[in-house]
């Protein structure tokens, strides 16, 4: 089976570019996070969605950064103007979203270096 | 709110030796425990997982971790570490009335000298 698609698996910009992260859930899966790990403040969750609808983006730094997920098998989070600050690993995991085994596969992440 | 605590930033062993990573949560009501592993330039894989019954918990390469609910800890341990078990290991929890929403620890990392 395949695991949690994400691309490109390295990106590497400029200052003030727009950067575009996507992510394919496992087939099935309703649930969909997108996390940043950085050395200084370890894994943090951005935002998830459930069955397609936000549910908490309390973790969305700022408005340069949105997320949308247009159906089950497709997300996207964008960073319009990129900051050498943005420079980090960004994760997607997924779930399937009962209640009792909400267990969080992850992509193999996407390295984002902002120069 | 929720939160996750791993008591050790960094921890070196030699390998055979026995391994306990402590994961401490502050959430009041019934939770969900994992651990995850993250090899060097990897993804998190998930290594076990607690959601009811039997405390201790047994998961994938002789890991296994106990639920103490009386002392909010879930502590990890492996009673032979190997060279090739060198990797950053994170607790998160899910507190039954966050949904889907998991807190990660800010993980240990564990180097294993051959």
């Known amino acids: 089976d395949a695991g949690v698609i994400q691309s490109p698996r390295h990106e590497v910009t400029e200052m003030g570019q727009e950067v575009t992260l996507r992510c394919k859930p496992i087939?099935?899966?309703?649930?969909l996070f997108w996390y940043r790990q950085t050395m200084m403040r370890g894994l943090e969750l951005l935002i998830y969605f459930n069955n397609n609808v936000p549910i908490d983006d309390s973790g969305m730094p700022e408005d340069r950064f949105s997320a949308k997920m247009p159906n089950a098998s497709f997300s996207t989070l964008k960073i319009q103007p990129s900051e050498p600050r943005d420079s980090a690993v960004y994760f997607c995991?997924?779930?399937?979203?009962?209640?009792?085994?909400?267990?969080?596969?992850f992509g193999p992440g996407t390295r984002l270096l902002v120069l | 709110a929720q939160s996750v605590s791993q008591h050790n930033h960094h921890v070196i062993l030699s390998e055979a030796a026995s391994l306990e990573l402590g994961c401490n949560y502050s959430?009041?009501?019934?939770?969900?425990l994992f651990w995850y592993v993250q090899y060097p330039g990897q993804h998190l894989q998930l290594l076990l997982k607690?959601?009811?019954?039997?405390?201790l918990v047994k998961g994938i390469k002789g890991f296994e971790a106990e639920f103490i609910k009386s002392k909010f800890s879930f502590n990890l341990r492996k009673p032979s570490v190997q060279w090739s078990d060198t990797a950053e290991y994170f607790c998160?929890?899910?507190?039954?009335?966050?949904?889907?929403?998991?807190?990660f620890g800010p993980g240990t990392r564990l180097s294993v000298l051959p």
């Open positions: 998160a929890v899910n507190g039954h009335n966050y949904g889907q929403n998991f807190v």
């Open positions: 995991a997924s779930s399937l979203g009962t209640t009792a085994l909400p267990t969080q596969y």
């Open positions: 087939s099935g899966h309703n649930s």
């Open positions: 959430y009041g009501g019934t939770v969900n």
């Open positions: 607690y959601f009811s019954g039997d405390p």
